[in-house]
């Protein structure tokens, strides 16, 4: 198979007259999962530690995370077809190849070394043989003895007979683990035995080791999935996988209720914790029948397993998720004939036989239930960012609930840290560490960026809405900039867009509209769509919080009247105008003072920024200058001030205002100055704030020219009155000031 081809292409197909199973496979696949070893092994030590309350909420809290994951596999999976890999396939076609190989390497590593957690386990059913051993023989036998030789048959039956043999071995011991549960209910408590014989009432203690139990107990919550690795062999995925799901979760949640009243009914807890194999002594013919259960459930987990496991290798092969082609294609291959993952199946028993080998993999049991939540949180985020951000072509036949698929990854962190704080921090780090070793040789693929893109366009969407519905309430009471700015120039200064940048950063949100000179066409349109993604790229950095467009216009008062009546993408209309222009060649200043009396039309206020080509040194800070005959302007000078200062660029530097006013009036003056500072609960010392006495004839430009030469910015108000009779005279003759921002405010602003 061709590992070049593209992610669509590489997906494993199994020829359609090889799709030869229907959803049984599917149900007792997951089912024998479930049943597993943790059912025979551990509930007697749960019920026995927590009491049968204390369990049942053991089991609640295992569901809050297995159902919703069911149902949320249930969705994805009658939205497409679900290939070869399963859980992978799903994964990886919604957050992208890169994070699905991820993720699906610790899946498959969790799948393979699960096999040799069974066998281990599977070794448990024949204590009484190592018993016999140590007490006819004094012989200390290790349990490879057993475990080593059924990894070995069980691996060259799947190689020489195919999934086929395998499932039809599935039926058998699920028929053998259903007669064990059956004899187990219909047995009575042996004779002596300490138990009630019915439930006691208020049968919890132990609360505080919840989550110790839990961690023993978990294994017996990750089977649920397993019959998804069987998709690409099915002849209706899209069927087989939810109807098989969620029917074996639902039969192991039923089964768990059962056995743990039955052992509360049937032992007493010391009975319980005294001995691991309590279910012996209560089943009928339990002293055979119990350890051929044991046996069944643990090689029925194994054997699913062992089906799975390669599946997921062999997609992740196919996906090329693997630095080297050759390994790729080599883990790719399949049976000439049936279509099995033959070396998938031997990479997978070859890692189930050094585990087995080591005999003990209890702390390796942890991180792989880690790495199974990773996969069902994923699981559940997908189902929810899909209920809010899916496109029109997510159409699942089965659809769970959002607040199910949010409760399920929100239980599956916290149950990852509640069981071993170090061994999810362990999981998370190697899962970070595979994704950059993975994206390091597949930079070009992409995937996760869609939906979240989709899910955050639904939640802007509805944002708008509520938005623009409290507008009319909530600008009574609070203002922020909503501002826009018309350009041509975006390529030869950079100052307005900087400024819209300052605004937008924290509390404001600026448009940037970059201007096309003409009619709208062809030509200007694709002209518009090139320079867009210049100027995307131009501006493209962390501190970037401006929405950059594009508009066709044929004058500029025609691009200002299609601007402002439109609101902003923000959801709250646009309350404020910037215009720049070139401080020592104003070349445009005359269309923009031509445009001032339309701007004021609608109610907004209004920013000239005059760009001087002195480089703006952000450590020598901003100069506000407040006029006393302006005084309507003040407020939002010193609201700008404050809200420019926020962005990063200014981190470095502060805020001097300069006040003016009329002889006699100094005192007044300052204390007004003072009670502003103290109560807008301003950044700006007294030590900042500087009164100055103006008497007839004097010149405030001279002022700001002496006093504000190096400061980076000069902030100063204007009156459009002034403006329209005086003209571009008003703006002049602030040689000495490096950038001036002239500010005239609709109405006076509130800062307390």
Known sequence: MDCCKSAEQKVMEVPAGKRRFGTAPVYFTAVSTILGAILFLRFGYAVGTLGFWGTLLLIILGHAVTIPTALAL????????????GEYFIISRSFGLNIGATIGIALFLSQA?????YIIAFTEAFEFFFNFAVQRFSLVLPRQLISLPVTVILGLVILRKGSNTGVKMLYAVVA?????????????????SLAPGHLPAGDIRNMGDLFLVFAICFPAFTGMTAGVGLSGDLRNPARSIPMGTILATVTGLIVYILVIWKLAVSAS????????LIMGKIAVAGAVIVPLGLAASTLSSALGSVLVAPRTLQALANDASFPSMRINRWLAAAGSSDGEPVNATMVTL???????????????????????????GALCLISFLNHFGASPSYRPSFRSRWY???????????????????????????????????NRYHRNRTGLESLFANT???????????????ESRRKEKEWRPGVICISKDSFRRERAFKLLNWLSYSYGFGTYLHRIDGYYSRATSQQASEELAKL???YETSHNHVYVDTIISPSYTSAIVQAIQVPGISGMENNMVVFEYDKENPENLGEIIDNIRLIKAGNFDICLLSSAVKEMNYSKGIHVWIDFNEPENASLLILLSFIISGHPDWKKSSIRVFSTCKPGQFEDTRREMADLMRTGRLPITENNVEIIEVTHGSSVKNLINEKSAAAALVMTGFRPETLKHNGETVLGGYDEAGTVLFVNSQYQKEIV
């Open 350 to 376: 070859m890692i189930a036989i050094l585990f087995v080998a080591l005999g003990n993999v209890n702390a390796v049991a942890e991180i792989i239930s880690m790495f199974f939540l990773v996969t069902y």
């Open 113 to 117: 070394i699960s096999v040799a957690f």
């Open 536 to 538: 995307i790229e131009l």
């Open 176 to 192: 053998v683990l259903f007669i064990t549960l059956v004899l187990f209910f219909l047995g009575k408590p042996a004779e002596g």
């Open 269 to 276: 807890p010391e009975e319980m914790l005294g001995n691991q």
């Open 456 to 470: 955050l366009f639904q939640i802007n969407r509805n944002l708008q809405v509520y938005l623009q519905k409290s």
């Open 404 to 438: 199910l698929s949010l409760l399920g990854f929100v239980v599956a962190v916290i149950v990852m840290f509640r069981i071993n704080t170090l061994y999810a921090l362990t999981a998370t780090i190697l899962i970070v560490l595979i994704y950059s070793y993975i």
């Open 74 to 85: 249930s969705e994805l999976a009658t939205n497409k077809r679900v290939e070869g890999g």
